[in-house]
């Protein structure tokens, strides 16, 4: 089956870096996708890789490593607007999206 | 550009009603999705389509149906409505099926069933 793992929540500190974990096992790989979610609100897309190595956005980076079925979303600088739930979606052979449940992000002052 | 939207934003049914939940987009996209998101749970694909007059099953499509008669509005359907489909329900759409082509997704629709 298809499966994506992210955890379930994760806390830190306003200012400081976080890295959130993903891994995945899908029929076939065409990109791995990053999204932010607000509670009670839509997604948003936030990155996407599809080869091997670091994308880097502002204050997001995104990693991915094909041959070990893992990515990362790095969250820099971290301010209380970045509490939010971060889901990670692999795109599979049939070019539709399998989605992780998410990882719910709660920032401290 | 108003995007994706989505009408009804919160809905209660009574077992056994039907609905429509409605989705249009302004950015002449071909591809349009329906999602439901449960908690605790990744989104699921229920239908999509790739264009006027295409649909086609995703993961979870029963107790559904869809048509996409133009580009721009893809409704979605409940017949004999169950508790099960008590979630909150997304509309997406996309430039592509395939690449770096995001989705943009719509506010949702909150739908309870009792």
């Known amino acids: 089956g298809q499966n994506i793992d992210q955890p379930t929540e994760m806390t830190a500190t306003e200012g400081a870096i976080v890295q959130i974990n993903c891994t995945y096992q899908?029929?076939?790989?065409?990109?791995l996708f990053w999204y932010q979610q607000h509670a009670g609100e839509a997604p948003t897309f936030l990155s996407y890789?599809?080869l091997d190595g670091l994308e880097e956005k502002g204050r997001f980076s995104s990693f991915l490593s094909r041959s070990k079925g893992y990515s990362y979303l790095l969250l820099k600088e971290l301010q209380m607007k970045d509490s939010a739930s971060y889901l990670c979606a692999v795109m599979d052979s049939n070019y539709q999206l399998i989605w992780g449940a998410g990882t719910k992000l709660i920032i401290k002052p | 550009n108003a995007g994706v939207t989505q009408t009804p934003k919160f809905r209660i049914l009574k077992i056994g009603q039907s609905m429509t939940l409605q989705c249009t987009q302004d950015?002449?996209?071909?591809?349009m999705y329906w999602y439901r998101q449960d908690p605790g749970m990744g989104l699921k694909l229920i239908y999509y389509?790739?264009?006027?007059?295409?649909?086609d099953k995703g993961e979870v499509p029963n107790g559904y149906n869809v048509s996409r008669s133009t580009t721009e509005d893809f409704p979605l359907r409940l017949e004999l409505a169950a508790p099960s489909q008590t979630s909150v329900y997304f509309c997406?759409?996309?430039?592509?099926?395939?690449?770096?082509?995001?989705?943009?997704f719509g506010p949702g629709t909150r739908l309870t069933v009792t």
């Open positions: 899908t029929s076939g790989f065409n990109g």
């Open positions: 389509s790739v264009g006027a007059g295409i649909t």
């Open positions: 997406a759409s996309s430039y592509s099926l395939a690449g770096s082509y995001e989705q943009y």
């Open positions: 890789n599809v």
């Open positions: 950015m002449n996209h071909n591809y």
